[in-house]
């Protein structure tokens, strides 16, 4: 092999070996960014990591809201009407919040519950998420489960 092919084939191989490396660190940080939305089924069959930043999607059940006097902490629960998710969250709600409305909470999955960081409310009347949406129609074929109200 002569010394110019030698040098196009080094070049070509050192130029390969990056673009592999700069796509490994793009997969590796896309992979950290990344907000999986899971149901409270999801949770309940083990998907969620204790600790890890997820998106936790569905309706807050009826009766479970419970303010903490003096300060801006709630708690309340999400259900997809088969499984339901006690949730912890400090700050200002969302002004469409309200019990029986579709929500997406960010945040991590704690010992005690879901502790969320952000909630998001249903904005419109058509608008839900398609997992919620498929969960919550499959709840409605199986016999629904009452919702318990969050633990103190």
């Known amino acids: 092999m002569n010394p110019t092919r030698k040098r196009r084939l080094w070049v070509l191989l050192i130029v390969?070996?990056?673009?592999?490396?700069?796509?490994?660190?793009v997969v590796v940080a896309l992979r950290h960014n990344v907000r999986y939305l899971l149901t409270p089924s999801d949770v309940a069959a083990g998907q969620a990591q204790p600790g890890r930043t997820f998106r936790l999607g569905?309706?807050?059940?009826?009766?479970?809201?419970?303010?903490?006097?003096?300060?801006?902490a709630v708690r309340f629960v999400v259900t997809d009407r088969i499984h339901q998710v006690p949730v912890r969250y400090t700050?200002?709600?969302?002004?469409?919040?309200?019990?029986?409305?579709?929500?997406?909470a960010t945040g991590?999955?704690?010992?005690d519950g879901f502790h969320a960081d952000e909630i998001l409310a249903k904005h419109d009347e058509t608008y839900m998420p398609?997992?919620?949406?498929?969960?919550?129609?499959?709840?409605?074929?199986?016999?629904?489960?009452?919702?318990a109200p969050p633990s103190p």
């Open 58 to 72: 569905g309706v807050v059940c009826e009766g479970s809201l419970a303010r903490t006097q003096g300060s801006l």
């Open 16 to 25: 390969l070996a990056a673009i592999a490396v700069a796509g490994a660190l």
């Open 130 to 147: 398609k997992e919620v949406e498929e969960a919550i129609a499959k709840g409605r074929t199986l016999p629904h489960a009452k919702c």
């Open 91 to 104: 700050g200002i709600l969302p002004d469409l919040f309200r019990e029986g409305q579709s929500i997406i």
């Open 108 to 111: 991590q999955l704690g010992h």
